[in-house]
């Protein structure tokens, strides 16, 4: 069956610009979950969703980054004045209700120049 | 202090040996214990799970968790060309909850 897809699967912006980056879970999937990967480290808890509701953000790093699943479905990760900090790999996962397993996607690179 | 510490390697073996690949934490709440595999340019995938301590064998891979000493590893038996990838250990406090990783292990096996 098909997998976890983001898009787009690479992202180059400018100092400044506002970027989204999108999140197709596993059908059925209740719990989606957003990483950030930088280079030569392991992914690093951004926020977690359980249907539509942000239930845990606590790993957002400041005002500029936010999350939605509006339909419980199809999450959109929104980077706001993106800084040169911010290039990395996102890392996007899903899992079933209660479940331990998280399914990642293949992530987007982010570059800001 | 990093709530999960992994030697970044990079670790490079022969053919055929046994890998050992160990993370130590420091949070004594952590319950699930997880190893994950990931290839270069793509996302981690599970490839072992442990609740609690002690052992668990899945063909060439054994993992194994100590919660008194706050120490997990995983053997890779009889390793291949085709093992060869960043291993990242992985832990959380309960199911469907943030994972914290450790920086990952690169390995390679030499043909």
């Known amino acids: 069956g098909a997998g976890v897809s983001q898009t787009p699967s690479n992202k180059v912006t400018e100092k400044g610009k506002y970027v989204e980056l999108r999140c197709d879970p596993i059908?059925?999937?209740?719990?989606l979950y957003w990483y950030r990967q930088s280079l030569g480290q392991g992914p690093e808890f951004l926020i977690y969703?359980?249907?539509?509701?942000?239930?845990?953000d606590s790993g957002l790093p400041n005002d500029r980054f936010f999350a939605v699943r509006p339909e419980g479905s199809v999450s959109t990760l929104k980077i706001q004045r993106t800084e040169r900090g911010d290039s990395a790999m996102y890392l996007c996962?899903?899992?079933?209700?209660?479940?331990?397993?998280?399914?990642f996607g293949p992530g987007t690179r982010l570059t800001v120049l | 202090q990093k709530e999960v510490e992994q030697d970044p390697g990079p670790l490079s073996v022969p053919e055929g040996a046994i890998v050992s690949l160990n993370c130590t934490y420091s949070?004594?709440?952590?319950?699930?214990f997880m190893w994950y595999r990931q290839y270069s340019r793509k996302g981690p995938e599970l490839l072992m799970y442990?609740?609690?301590?002690g052992n668990k064998e899945d063909g060439r891979f054994t993992a194994q968790v100590d919660k008194s000493s706050k120490y997990i590893s995983l053997f890779i038996r009889d390793s291949q060309p085709s093992d060869s990838a960043t291993y990242l250990c992985?832990?959380?406090?309960?199911?469907?909850?943030?994972?914290?990783f450790g920086s990952g292990t690169r390995l390679s096996i030499r043909p």
């Open positions: 949070n004594s709440a952590f319950q699930y």
């Open positions: 996962a899903s899992g079933i209700n209660d479940g331990y397993e998280q399914f």
């Open positions: 969703f359980q249907g539509t509701g942000a239930a845990d």
């Open positions: 992985a832990m959380s406090y309960s199911s469907a909850s943030k994972i914290i």
């Open positions: 442990t609740y609690s301590s």
């Open positions: 059908s059925g999937h209740t719990a």
